[in-house]
């Protein structure tokens, strides 16, 4: 039941009245195609945000999503503002160089989020712009890359990013508290951030996670307990592997981003809309997602299955030594951050595809593993079970979490990044 509504979700939002990427593709022409900077780019700033910075990824979505809705702005200007602008469309006539506007915007905004990297970004500038032939092509396009960036570095300043919020730390059943082994308690700023789309962080507020003495708690609890549990002997081998291939920081999905863009042929104003679609949708559905776990403060599974005894459902057992798969993280249960985050990323996927058939890997090395999706609700399916498999999340946090993260992309859909008529 729950992966046919994920299918029926991630479809509706590919193929009604939302999709307005129904048009064909124009593809790339052949293989002696420049190099899309949109996917450089966006590899460059992977090692920004993830190699050098080491930035969580609920602290990623929010790097990536100024990056790309800068260069999705410089890109489209040139192509003569064929959709909708996200924040500015600079002035231009479409004689400049998209290679260096997309160089630029990312550059800048890299430059600002990460000032200590500035030689490293500062050589991967030049480099990009060394391939460009000099001349005014490509100082208009440096214009053009320089004001969409320093649009988006505005709009974000003061936009309540790694601000002193903390999380609540309860004493009661059913209230969060730091978990073992680490104790961490980290991210409780991330649901007070501005969104780059939806109007309000709270604008998708479920009804929270169910009473603890319902049957429906009883029922998740029981199912991570048996399958979540580091010594389950019910998970199989690839249920285990695919726990892991989820919960590596070094999130696979930023990559198939890329991947798909090189698959399906996209040309450089088709990867930048859609990679601003996914990582935008993906920063404002963590955004929600965090705050809703602000609003719910739920314990996690480990500390519900150790201290069982209190409350008070009599279908519930309490044992004070289980641990799970993974490390639970530094925060709240209620919702799935990552369930938020993988529904906005592949059901915006679907929406600017049209379809949910598309094939597309991602390689772990925490898992050691590839894991192989024939289409994008099969993917999002996967990470609602894998984070009971992992111990780390009921289902039902994981089941609310795509849901909002599904609700993010509709809002984006009918309201940013159209064709302009």
């Not at 919960?247 to 930023?254: G, I, P, S």
């Not at 279908?315 to 799935?336: G, I, K, R, Y």
Request: glycine share 8%.
């Amino acid at each position: 039941m729950l992966k046919s509504w994920l299918r029926r979700k991630v479809v509706w939002l590919a193929v009604a009245g939302v999709v307005a990427a129904g048009s064909p593709f124009a593809y790339a022409s052949d293989s002696r195609t420049p190099a899309n900077a949109v996917i450089v780019w966006d590899g460059n700033a992977q090692t920004a945000i993830w190699d050098v910075a080491g930035q969580q990824p609920q602290v990623q979505a929010r790097s990536f999503a100024m990056v790309h809705g800068a260069v999705y702005d410089a890109a489209n200007a040139i192509a003569g503002t064929p959709y909708q602008p996200y924040l500015i469309a600079p002035a231009a006539n479409g004689a400049e160089s998209t290679e260096a506007a997309v160089a630029t915007a990312a550059f800048r905004v890299l430059d600002a989020l990460f000032p200590a990297q500035r030689a490293r970004l500062t050589t991967q500038y030049d480099e990009s712009l060394a391939t460009i032939p000099d001349g005014a092509a490509k100082r208009r396009g440096i214009t053009v890359g320089a004001q969409a960036a320093d649009a988006m570095i505005a709009a974000r300043k003061n936009d309540g990013a790694f601000g002193s919020q903390t999380w609540t730390v309860g004493t009661q059943p059913g209230q969060w508290r730091p978990a073992p082994p680490t104790y961490a308690s980290d991210g409780a700023w991330v649901g007070h951030v501005k969104p780059f789309l939806i109007p309000s962080a709270s604008m998708f507020r479920t009804s929270g996670p169910p009473s603890l003495t319902s049957p429906r708690y009883a029922r998740d609890f029981n199912e991570v307990k048996t399958i979540g549990s580091a010594t389950s002997i019910l998970r199989t081998a690839d249920q285990t592997q695919a726990a892991i291939w989820w919960h590596d920081r070094h999130l696979a999905e930023w990559g198939i981003k890329r991947q798909l863009a090189t698959t399906q042929r996209l040309n450089t104003l088709q990867t930048a809309r859609m990679f601003a679609m996914a990582d935008l949708a993906e920063a404002d559905a963590t955004i929600a997602c965090f705050n809703e776990k602000a609003a719910w403060s739920f314990w996690r599974p480990v500390t519900a299955i150790q201290l069982a005894d209190t409350d008070g459902n009599p279908d519930t057992v309490a044992d004070p030594d289980w641990m799970p798969l993974l490390v639970t993280p530094p925060h709240p249960d209620f919702t799935s951050g990552h369930a938020c985050f993988t529904a906005a990323s592949m059901s915006a996927l679907a929406y600017f595809f049209g379809r949910d058939d598309i094939s597309f890997s991602g390689y772990s090395a925490d898992s050691g593993t590839t894991r192989h999706f024939r289409g994008f609700s099969q993917a999002l399916a996967e990470v609602v079970d894998a984070r009971v498999w992992g111990g780390i999340h009921t289902r039902t946090a994981d089941v609310q979490g795509a849901k909002i993260g599904g609700q993010v992309t509709a809002y984006m859909a009918g309201h940013y990044f159209r064709p302009k008529r």
